[in-house]
């Protein structure tokens, strides 16, 4: 093969040394110890220049490996190689699909530069970033371990010398679970240096590419972007806690308190872009909720009675209408398969086993809006006071009342009033999340119904206030929540923390998460649920 194919481009003189020279006037490239001999024909005349101030275009072709005295000037899509005019003509690439090589070329060299950018701007930025918050825990780490210590020495000092054996067992374990715990995160650091790595030897690979015209170099090039795109998956080690309980010198060893193991949690991150997976066409005028049964199928409820069974091609699986023949106000669906839902004229929560539908709640003064089905099989409803002086959440177990959160420990209302609805979902950590539309805010409380947060929208905010409708939350405990008037959903974490947004969406209303985290969201004014892959 001619040496001009091979990765390093050579001189065209002696063909064994890297070229670094071209001569403009003669069309040849020179190695450095090649120029002098060239300028020794002193028949012809010169114009030596660094070969990276050269910018005249000149085609590299590749020697057909073939037929050794024709230049490759097409490209074969289907073999995916260079060929000659023999080639083409031999019949062998009949109804192959064929480029000009020097499109092919272009075409390659964009796709790479492109590549090249995404690492550079988007890819390798994130891995940087991974790194510095293993490297600020790794700092924080001897800060945190050294306050367990200082608290198993202050333990020590109130008991006396029997107990100190017991004081040096624990530092040790402090320290032994200390060194588990770095070396979790220096396997986990090495293993994002290690990736950083790989991406800057594919830039410089990917630059000496664009540095060059020969084509079955290019051509051979394979992106490896999307593997690097797959972020590695981060790490969450719980810090262990030392107890200290009340001495007891009967049980020394017991009372002392014992570490903790420690608790690693892998913590998937957010895609860099959100994937639009699948689009469901569900027919309604205005589409209200979405809930999962299993990952490929949904229940919908819309501006009409019935309630619609869809899969992700949009085919109707099975329908139902309300008992009443009024339209359902929310719809949830239970462990066990089950459809649950609201009907706010009659003022009652009904749910749907083997196709027959029973009312488990007739409410009193109060009508019931949105509804979701939790972890330990109950349901939480959100409801308002028929004066609409009041809004609660109420959770049920079966027909049966458990608990109402309506005031903070002060007594002032969580909610606020009037007939506006507050949508609802229960996160992994059992915090309550309610999206209050008409405070145009998000209320989270922890199970015992103690306030945790208030969110009122990303501060970047500016044209636009936050408007509040559907929420649910996911496997992470993100909470995720729509944006109906700006189009958007608003993803945070368990504390309230601003994330990132999913954009492009139309009026988006009802959502919820299947057991893989993907995301089903309700257009109101399309009609459409849209899954999204986002985690």
């Known amino acids: 093969m001619d040496p001009r194919a091979q990765y390093v481009l050579l001189c065209d003189l002696c063909e064994s040394d890297p070229l670094q020279y071209c001569c403009e006037h003669c069309d040849i490239n020179l190695c450095t110890d090649c120029v002098s001999k060239h300028l020794s024909d002193?028949?012809?005349?010169?114009?030596?220049?660094?070969?990276?101030?050269?910018?005249?275009?000149?085609?590299?072709?590749?020697?057909?490996?073939?037929h050794a005295d024709k230049d490759c000037e097409m490209y074969c899509e289907k073999c995916v190689l260079p060929v000659c005019s023999i080639c083409v003509t031999s019949g062998k690439h009949e109804g192959h699909r064929l480029t000009d090589v020097?499109?092919?070329?272009?075409?390659?060299?964009?796709?790479?530069?492109?590549?090249?950018?995404?690492?550079?701007?988007?890819?390798?930025?994130?891995?940087?970033?991974?790194a510095s918050d293993v490297q600020s825990e790794k700092a924080e780490l001897e800060t945190n371990y050294g306050n367990m210590t200082t608290a198993a020495?202050?333990?020590?000092?109130?008991?006396?010398?029997?107990?100190?054996?017991?004081?040096?067992?624990?530092?040790?374990?402090?320290?032994?679970?200390k060194t588990k715990h770095m070396a979790l995160l220096?396997?986990?650091?090495?293993?994002?240096t290690h990736r950083m790595t790989e991406i800057k030897q594919v830039i410089l690979e990917m630059k000496n590419i664009l540095g060059t015209n020969d084509i079955s170099l290019t051509s051979t090039y394979k992106s490896r972007n999307d593997e690097f795109n797959k972020l590695p998956s981060k790490i969450k080690v719980t810090l262990p806690s030392l107890s200290t309980p009340t001495i007891n010198t009967e049980k020394l060893n017991e009372m002392f308190g014992s570490l903790s193991s420690l608790s690693v949690i892998t913590v998937r991150p957010l895609l860099a872009e959100?994937?639009?997976?699948?689009?469901?066409?569900?027919?309604?005028?205005?589409?209200?909720?979405?809930r999962c049964l299993i990952d490929e199928e949904v229940w919908t409820c819309g501006d009409n009675k019935t309630m619609k069974l869809l899969n992700l091609q949009s085919k109707l699986l099975a329908s139902l209408q309300t008992k009443s023949g009024n339209l359902p106000t929310d719809i949830a669906v239970t462990r066990d398969g089950d459809l649950v839902y609201t009907d706010y004229h009659n003022k009652t929560v009904n749910l749907v086993k083997n196709k027959k539908i029973r009312t488990v709640v007739i409410l009193q003064d109060w009508t019931p809006f949105y509804i979701c089905s939790i972890s330990s099989d109950d349901v939480l409803v959100t409801m308002v006071s028929d004066d609409g002086k009041q809004s609660k959440v109420v959770r049920y177990s079966g027909s049966t009342e458990k608990q109402t959160i309506q005031f903070d420990d002060q007594d002032r209302p969580f909610y606020s009033f009037g007939y506006y609805p507050h949508y609802i979902s229960e996160n992994r950590n059992l915090n309550i999340c309610v999206a209050d539309s008409s405070a145009k805010e998000l209320v989270v409380v922890d199970q015992s119904g103690k306030l945790r947060f208030r969110y009122s929208g990303h501060p970047s905010n500016t044209k636009q206030s936050f408007d509040p409708r559907g929420i649910t939350t996911d496997s992470q405990s993100h909470i995720l929540t729509t944006d109906h008037s700006n189009h958007r959903i608003h993803i945070l974490d368990q504390d309230g923390e601003f994330l990132r947004y999913i954009q492009n969406l139309e009026h988006p209303y009802g959502l919820?998460?299947?057991?893989?985290?993907?995301?089903?969201?309700?257009?109101?004014?399309?009609?459409?649920?849209?899954?999204?892959?986002?985690?």
Request: contains cysteine; positive net charge.
């Open 42 to 66: 002193s028949s012809k005349k010169h114009n030596v220049m660094p070969y990276h101030l050269h910018r005249k275009f000149i085609p590299r072709y590749s020697i057909c490996v073939k």
């Open 102 to 130: 020097l499109e092919k070329l272009g075409f390659e060299k964009q796709s790479l530069k492109k590549d090249l950018e995404e690492l550079k701007t988007r890819i390798y930025p994130r891995y940087e970033e991974m």
């Open 153 to 177: 020495d202050q333990q020590g000092d109130v008991w006396h010398r029997e107990v100190n054996a017991i004081v040096s067992q624990r530092k040790s374990d402090i320290e032994e679970t």
């Open 186 to 192: 220096e396997k986990h650091s090495n293993e994002i």
């Open 274 to 290: 959100p994937r639009y997976t699948a689009t469901i066409k569900t027919g309604y005028y205005r589409l209200l909720s979405v």
């Open 512 to 535: 919820c998460v299947d057991i893989r985290d993907n995301l089903f969201v309700a257009e109101h004014h399309t009609g459409k649920v849209k899954k999204i892959k986002y985690i």
